[in-house]
């Protein structure tokens, strides 16, 4: 551990004590900088990851304002930054995962919340810091001693941002009684800041639960689709639905979450009520033709094939780049052994999508059923080409 006795040496007797570390810390912030990166990726956690040693010059400096503040009698500044590496993540949820793991990978001496009760000099730094060991095969190799320690710094996009501004307006200036004003302005700009993370986070979390949402209606749908395929059935009339007693007024994505919500906990009446508000109103013929996606699922699941029919073709027509209402009107045309409707169906998906793993499955079973094996082969084989883990083509394959 680098120690610095009180009162505070001249600066070349800093420099030729500091001055041979820093290559050696260096080295070490470099192995740790790459662990850091091995843990995070296999936690599939995104983060930008920077790393530095402290300079002879920075280090000096800080050693200058840190004497005004000692206690009388102090004799030694032992500085616990030399080396310090920053975690930046894009969201606040990013930031306690991150903090998980390092809490899990490193030994831990400290681990402080800065930002709850700083004075003016630090005004509106957020930031996560934690003093870790040196693991000690790093410090072995780079010749460290055994109390070496790490600052690492957790935070996200925005508060690096603010802390970068922050130290070059705020830290390194010199503010008087008349900079209330200015004070107020910064102090604005923080909370706008520290609210902008909260709203990301929120925007976050409700895609997630939207995504979520989605890839349980469409694992649903392919599994009603397998129960279909083995008995067709014979397409039904739907009652006309009625929506005025749930015409709520929300934003429509409050609203397609909550159908979603339905649609997955298999309230299939509900779901094609809220589907339908949507459509009621003024949306842009792209999402227009999603929401027909979903309502036409919905049918599917309900037996309902000539209404999800419907709903397919007008997702078409709605969106004529829409890849997904031609493979699922094809679907719906396979099932009810309109062959030729079906095949037409899923050429026209794949001029869109040529690389849909979905629709070339479906074709190939399509012409498994009809006995031609040179094409189900064929498009077994481009599958295999685009995903060569793909299970169902496999499979498909040995039937062959």
Same mark, same amino acid.
């Given at each position: 551990?680098?120690?610095?006795?009180?009162?505070?040496?001249?600066?070349?007797?800093?420099?030729?004590?500091?001055?041979?570390?820093?290559?050696?810390?260096?080295?070490?912030?470099?192995? %740790?900088?790459?662990?850091?990166?091995?843990?995070?990726?296999?936690? *599939?956690?995104? %983060?930008?990851?920077?790393?530095?040693?402290?300079?002879?010059?920075?280090?000096?400096?800080?050693?200058? =304002? =840190?004497?005004?503040?000692?206690?009388?009698?102090?004799?030694?500044?032992?500085?616990?930054?030399?080396?310090?590496?920053?975690?930046?993540?894009?969201?606040?949820?990013?930031?306690?995962?991150?903090?998980?793991?390092?809490?899990?990978?490193?030994?831990?001496?400290?681990?402080?919340?800065?930002?709850?009760?700083?004075?003016?000099?630090?005004?509106?730094?957020?930031?996560?810091?934690?003093?870790?060991?040196?693991?000690?095969?790093?410090?072995?190799?780079?010749?460290?001693?055994?109390?070496?320690?790490?600052?690492?710094? %957790?935070?996200?996009?925005?508060?690096?941002?603010?802390?970068?501004?922050?130290?070059?307006?705020?830290?390194?200036?010199?503010?008087?009684?008349?900079? !209330?004003?200015?004070?107020?302005?910064?102090?604005?700009?923080?909370?706008?800041?520290?609210?902008?993370?909260?709203?990301?986070?929120?925007?976050?979390?409700?895609?997630?639960?939207?995504?979520?949402?989605?890839?349980?209606?469409?694992? +649903?749908?392919?599994?009603?689709? *397998?129960?279909?395929?083995?008995?067709?059935?014979?397409?039904?009339? !739907?009652?006309?639905?009625?929506?005025? !007693?749930?015409?709520?007024?929300?934003?429509?994505?409050?609203?397609?979450?909550? +159908?979603?919500?339905?649609?997955?906990?298999?309230?299939?009446?509900?779901?094609?009520?809220?589907?339908?508000?949507?459509?009621?109103?003024?949306?842009?013929?792209?999402?227009?033709?999603?929401?027909?996606?979903?309502?036409?699922? +919905?049918?599917?699941?309900?037996?309902?094939?000539?209404? +999800?029919?419907?709903?397919?073709?007008?997702?078409?027509?709605?969106?004529?780049?829409?890849?997904?209402?031609?493979?699922?009107?094809?679907?719906?045309?396979?099932?009810?052994?309109?062959?030729?409707?079906?095949? !037409?169906?899923?050429?026209?998906?794949?001029?869109?999508?040529?690389?849909?793993?979905?629709?070339?499955?479906?074709?190939?079973?399509?012409?498994?059923?009809?006995?031609?094996?040179?094409?189900?082969?064929?498009?077994?084989?481009?599958?295999?080409?685009?995903?060569?883990?793909?299970?169902?083509?496999?499979?498909?394959?040995?039937?062959?």
């Amino acid at each position: 551990m680098f120690i610095v006795p009180v009162p505070l040496p001249p600066f070349s007797h800093i420099e030729k004590q500091y001055g041979p570390r820093i290559e050696r810390y260096e080295g070490a912030l470099v192995q %740790v900088h790459k662990e850091l990166e091995v843990i995070f990726a296999g936690e *599939n956690l995104k %983060v930008t990851l920077k790393h530095r040693v402290k300079s002879l010059t920075n280090l000096y400096e800080k050693l200058c =304002r =840190r004497l005004t503040g000692l206690p009388k009698g102090t004799r030694q500044i032992i500085p616990t930054d030399l080396m310090g590496i920053r975690i930046i993540c894009p969201f606040l949820s990013d930031v306690d995962r991150a903090a998980t793991l390092i809490e899990a990978h490193f030994e831990v001496t400290e681990k402080e919340q800065k930002g709850a009760d700083l004075g003016f000099k630090e005004f509106g730094y957020e930031s996560l810091h934690f003093l870790v060991c040196c693991p000690d095969r790093v410090r072995e190799e780079q010749g460290l001693s055994a109390d070496t320690v790490i600052e690492i710094q %957790v935070r996200t996009l925005l508060q690096d941002a603010w802390a970068e501004v922050e130290h070059q307006l705020i830290y390194k200036s010199e503010f008087s009684p008349l900079d !209330e004003p200015l004070k107020r302005r910064l102090a604005a700009l923080n909370a706008n800041l520290t609210l902008s993370d909260i709203m990301f986070q929120e925007i976050r979390d409700y895609q997630k639960n939207l995504h979520d949402q989605l890839r349980q209606r469409r694992h +649903a749908f392919w599994n009603k689709l *397998n129960s279909l395929e083995a008995s067709p059935l014979v397409p039904s009339e !739907e009652k006309k639905i009625g929506v005025a !007693e749930i015409s709520i007024p929300r934003s429509n994505d409050q609203r397609l979450l909550e +159908a979603l919500l339905a649609h997955n906990e298999g309230d299939l009446e509900r779901a094609v009520e809220i589907y339908t508000i949507i459509l009621n109103n003024e949306v842009r013929h792209d999402l227009r033709s999603i929401v027909h996606i979903h309502r036409g699922m +919905a049918y599917f699941s309900k037996d309902n094939l000539a209404a +999800a029919d419907i709903d397919f073709s007008s997702a078409i027509e709605e969106d004529p780049h829409n890849s997904k209402g031609y493979l699922y009107r094809g679907l719906i045309r396979a099932v009810t052994e309109d062959i030729t409707g079906a095949f !037409e169906n899923f050429a026209h998906a794949l001029t869109l999508d040529p690389y849909s793993q979905d629709t070339l499955l479906e074709r190939a079973k399509l012409y498994y059923k009809i006995g031609d094996r040179i094409n189900c082969q064929a498009d077994c084989l481009r599958i295999m080409d685009i995903n060569p883990e793909n299970t169902k083509a496999q499979e498909l394959l040995k039937q062959l």
